[in-house]
């Protein structure tokens, strides 16, 4: 069993972008523009773009950009196991950037003992 209706979850961020987008038409426009930007290069293809995406979903956490990109990855022809694929480099990404910002954690305590 889906931990929640992710369609209709999807239905219901759809709607709240609307709304947002009567509020503020610029900022809605702006994204729209800003995630259209790369996709004419013709350079990935949709289904590789859209794991991307989910790898970054899963980075930052958002369940919003979960619901449609996995919609449209499954469109794209994803399966299950290339989502594995992109789940885990993002995951490993996530656990060597928290090594990184521990090692700057570090090195922001030794320099707190400077005058």
């Known amino acids: 069993m889906p931990m929640l209706s992710w369609s209709t979850y999807r239905s219901q961020i759809a ?7 009567k509020l503020s038409p610029d900022t809605l426009r ?7 930007a790369n996709q004419q290069t013709g350079e990935l293809d949709d289904k590789t773009r859209e794991l991307i995406a989910l790898a970054v979903a899963i980075s ?22 290339q989502l594995a694929e992109a789940f885990g480099v993002a995951i490993s990404v996530n656990a060597g950037a ?12 030794d320099g707190s003992e400077e005058p």
């Open 60 to 81: 930052l956490r958002c369940d919003g950009c979960i619901a449609v990109h996995t919609e449209a990855a499954r469109r794209f022809g994803a399966t299950k196991e």
């Open 30 to 36: 702006g994204y729209v523009t800003l995630s259209g």
């Open 15 to 21: 709607k709240g972008v609307g709304q947002l987008g």
């Open 98 to 109: 928290a090594l990184v910002y521990a090692t700057r954690a570090l090195d922001a305590f």
